[in-house]
C-alpha cells in the first residue's frame, strides 16, 4: 500500500518561514490534505485540494505540490503553529496519513 | 455546522470487543466517507477503515479481519467494531467526515473536515 513520508521534526524561528514536506507516490493524482494537532485535541484540517483554507484558518498557512512532493508553508510563523501536522491523501481505495512532524517555533 | 459526537466503553480487556459510535448533527451521510482513525500514545494518525452513504465500506488492510463499520441512517450515527482487542489497540479513536473532490481530471484531493472529539480506549488486564 502507498505511504506518505514526513520528515519527524522541523524547527522555526518566530515570524520567519517554514515548508513541512510530505512525499508519496499517491500525491502524484491526489493534493494532500493537512492537518494540525496539538496536545490533547483533535486534528484540524488547515489545507485541502489544490490550495485552499478552511474558513477560520490564517492566510500565513498554504499548500502547494510537484510530482510526488506536497508542502505546507507557514509564512510568517507564530508561537501558537507549534503543533504536529499531518499530511493524509487516499490510495485508491484506502486513506493514508503521513508519519507526521513535529514544529516547534523557536 | 456539522458536528460529530462520538462515545464507547473507554477500558477494554484483552480479547474483548471495542464498540465505538459516532452522532452526526447538523448534516446528512449522502455524499461523504466516514471514517474511523485512531492515535496510539506518542504516535501517529492510522487510519482504520471506513462507510458511505450507501453502505460500502473500505478498511485499512492491517485491521481487516478485525474491523467492522456500519451505518444506521435513522439515528445519523456510525459504528465501529474492532474484535480481539490486544494492548496494540489502545489509543484515542477519532471519527471523522471525509470529502473527495475533482481538482481538474486526472486529480483529485480527499480531506477530513470534521472530526469528533475522541475517545480514549485502553486495552489492559
Known amino acids: 500500500s502507498s505511504e506518505l513520508t514526513q520528515d519527524p521534526a522541523v524547527s522555526v524561528a518566530l515570524g520567519q518561514t517554514v515548508r513541512i514536506t510530505c512525499q508519496g507516490d499517491?500525491?502524484?493524482?491526489?493534493?494532500a490534505s493537512w492537518y494540525q494537532q496539538k496536545p490533547g485535541q483533535a486534528p484540524v484540517l488547515v489545507i485541502y485540494g489544490k490550495n485552499n483554507r478552511p474558513s477560520g484558518i490564517p492566510d500565513r498557512f498554504s499548500g502547494s505540490s510537484s510530482g510526488n512532493t506536497a508542502s505546507l508553508t507557514i509564512t510568517g510563523a507564530q508561537a501558537e503553529d507549534e503543533a504536529d501536522y499531518y499530511c493524509n491523501s487516499r490510495d485508491g481505495n484506502h486513506v493514508v496519513f503521513g508519519g507526521g512532524t513535529k514544529l516547534t517555533v523557536l | 455546522q456539522v458536528q460529530l459526537q462520538q462515545w464507547g466503553a473507554g477500558l477494554l480487556k484483552p480479547s474483548e470487543t471495542l464498540s465505538l459510535t459516532c452522532a452526526v448533527y447538523g448534516g446528512s451521510f449522502s455524499g461523504y466517507y466516514w471514517s474511523w482513525i485512531r492515535q496510539p500514545p506518542g504516535k501517529g494518525l492510522e487510519w482504520i477503515g471506513e462507510i458511505n452513504h450507501s453502505g460500502g465500506t473500505n478498511y485499512n488492510p492491517s485491521l481487516k479481519s478485525r474491523v467492522t463499520i456500519s451505518l444506521d441512517t435513522s439515528k445519523n450515527q456510525f459504528s465501529l467494531k474492532l474484535t480481539s482487542v490486544t494492548a496494540a489497540d489502545t489509543a484515542v479513536y477519532y471519527c471523522?467526515?471525509?470529502?473527495?473532490?475533482?481538482?481538474?481530471?486526472?486529480?483529485?484531493?480527499?480531506?477530513?473536515?470534521?472530526w469528533g472529539q475522541g475517545t480514549t480506549v485502553t486495552v489492559s488486564s
Open positions: 471523522a467526515r471525509g470529502i473527495f473532490g475533482v481538482v481538474i481530471i486526472p486529480y483529485y484531493y480527499y480531506d477530513m473536515d470534521v
Open positions: 499517491s500525491l502524484r493524482s491526489y493534493y
